[in-house]
């Protein structure tokens, strides 16, 4: 795993992620055009990026399949950067910044 690499990739899903803490809403680069996640959903639950259990990612769900497709990563490349960004994330949010 070349870390160097996935941390560009954490970097840039971060600078293409959209926070409205207005209406506390989060817009991601791997959601469809028109939908968002809530700031609960995203930070607390089950992301909906997986289906099941850390064993198996599917392949239609959007995270990982934007991981797969756009940046050509593993299942374990992909769970180490939704870990990665989504860290990134909750301490924007829940900082403000």
Known sequence: MDKKFLHKV??????????????????????????????????????????????????????PHHCRDVYGLTDEEIFYVWDQFRQILKDKINNGL
Do not use: C
Not at 16 to 35: N, W
């Open 10 to 63: 954490i970097d840039q899903l971060v600078s293409e992620t959209t926070i409205d803490y207005e209406k506390e809403r989060v817009y991601t680069p791997f959601s469809s055009p028109l939908s968002s996640y809530s700031h609960v959903l995203f930070l607390y639950s089950r992301p909906p990026y997986f289906y099941s259990s850390r064993q198996f990612l599917s392949s239609v769900a959007p995270f």
